[in-house]
């Protein structure tokens, strides 16, 4: 079986200060690993994904996330915030022995303040 | 334009009254999938379609029907609604590359049952 943790329902950033949003996964298998934004009123739009290649994933927006497999961990980050950061963001894993099933985690909130 | 397509769009209906819930997609995708979004929860799935006629539980599946008859649509079905199925329904679909699952969602349904 697979999950997703985030941890931190709500994240509130500066303008210009890192956003760090932290994903843990628990897989039995080499997991595939993704974060989607949700903006309001909007369906999920793919920031980036992890599939096994690089262990460093950059994405769409500045955004980019590291996958540690000794930390079960799938960070996302960004140097410096804007405005139009201001979203849900859902991390989600799908494993290998599991084409098709995917489980997201809860969400984030991310608040940016001038 | 390439999109995912869901009507519609918002529902209010009562208990017992059978309900479809349209998806077309029109990207030649073969894999398709529900998820339920509610507070707190994140997203969950509903149920999936490799391609037509392959279909599969997600987390999620009691209370739903769905079927693939045809490679662009993916309609989910509720014989029977009831007040816990109150929530925000996306469809999604996505090439079914290996390891590639971009998954492109619609703009939700917003479904009450009353």
């Known amino acids: 079986a697979q999950s997703v943790t985030q941890l931190g329902s709500h994240v509130s950033v500066s303008e210009g200060a890192l956003v760090l949003l932290r994903c843990n996964y628990s897989?039995?298998?080499?997991?595939?690993l993704f974060w989607y934004v949700q903006y309001p009123n909007q369906g999920l739009q793919l920031l980036l994904k992890?599939?096994?290649?690089?262990?460093l994933v950059k994405g769409i927006n500045g955004f980019e996330a590291e996958f540690k497999k000794s930390e079960t961990s799938f960070h996302l980050t960004k140097p410096s915030a804007h405005m139009s950061d201001a979203a849900e963001y859902f991390c989600?894993?799908?494993?290998?022995?599991?084409?098709?099933?995917?489980?997201f985690g809860a969400g984030t909130q991310v608040v940016v303040t001038p | 334009e390439a999109q995912v397509t869901q009507n519609p769009r918002y529902l209010i209906t009562v208990t017992g009254k059978k309900l479809t819930v349209t998806c077309s997609q029109n990207?030649?995708?073969?894999?398709m999938s529900w998820y339920r979004q509610d507070p707190g929860l994140g997203l969950r799935q509903i149920y999936y379609?490799?391609?037509?006629?392959?279909?599969d539980k997600g987390d999620v599946p009691e209370g739903y029907k769905v079927s693939r008859k045809e490679k662009r649509n993916f309609p989910l079905i509720l014989e029977s609604p009831s007040p816990n199925q109150t929530s925000l329904y996306f469809c999604?679909?996505?090439?079914?590359?290996?390891?590639?699952?971009?998954?492109?969602f619609g703009p939700g349904t917003r479904l009450t049952v009353t």
């Open positions: 999604a679909s996505s090439f079914q590359l290996a390891a590639s699952y971009e998954q492109y």
């Open positions: 897989s039995s298998v080499p997991p595939y």
């Open positions: 992890y599939t096994s290649a690089a262990t």
């Open positions: 989600a894993v799908s494993g290998s022995d599991s084409w098709g099933k995917f489980q």
């Open positions: 990207m030649n995708h073969e894999y």
């Open positions: 379609s490799m391609n037509v006629e392959v279909t």
